[in-house]
């Protein structure tokens, strides 16, 4: 009789679980696959723009249209747009909204500074060629350290952005001339 008595005690201390399933609600951000959306596109370029097989000629022996002092300008001030409002979008502070802007970011400057650079010929007025040689560059090293994990608070990349806006501001004073 004892042991009947542990037999019952121990079938009612079993939990009682419940087999029907519990739906559970979960918020999503809709900025989430945005923010996705935005760095899987911007990997594609990049991957595109790695993958892809450059001319048969080099950057000198092809042709460039218009003026040259206009290309380079319009190019110049077309770079320096695209790279503020890229760095300047607010979509969010999720993390995937975050890296998303970044990414993009990046891309600009490495782009941006690679289109510019793709634009002065042997004709480009000197001091205009130089300027934007420079603000090129500048946004490439600044793109590239950038993928690396450096930090904009890190002091040698904030120097590398404060070179780069008056290289930015110098080549808009040349082409205003």
Not at 36 to 44: D, E, K, N, T
Not at 82 to 101: C, D, F, H, M, Y
Request: proline share 5%.
């Amino acid at each position: 009789m004892a042991d009947d008595q542990e037999v019952s005690t121990a079938n009612t201390s079993e939990p009682k679980v419940s087999r029907v399933p519990q739906k559970v609600e979960r918020t999503r951000s809709p900025l989430a696959p945005i923010a996705l959306l935005a760095a899987l596109v911007a990997i594609g370029v990049a991957v595109w723009a790695l993958l892809s097989v450059p001319e048969a000629s080099s950057t000198a022996d092809r042709q460039l249209t218009g003026d040259p002092k206009t290309r380079v300008c319009d190019a110049g001030q077309l770079v320096a747009m695209g790279v503020q409002i890229q760095t300047n979008v607010r979509i969010g502070t999720e993390p995937a909204a975050l890296e998303a802007v970044a990414a993009n970011a990046r891309l600009s400057m490495l782009g941006g500074g690679d289109y510019l650079l793709s634009q002065i010929s042997a004709d480009t007025p000197g001091d205009i060629a130089d300027a934007a040689r420079k603000f090129g560059s500048e946004l490439q090293v600044i793109g590239m350290n950038a993928i690396a994990g450096t930090d904009n608070a890190d002091p040698a990349q904030a120097d590398r952005i404060k070179a780069a806006e008056s290289s930015r501001n110098t080549l808009g004073e040349l082409c205003a001339k």
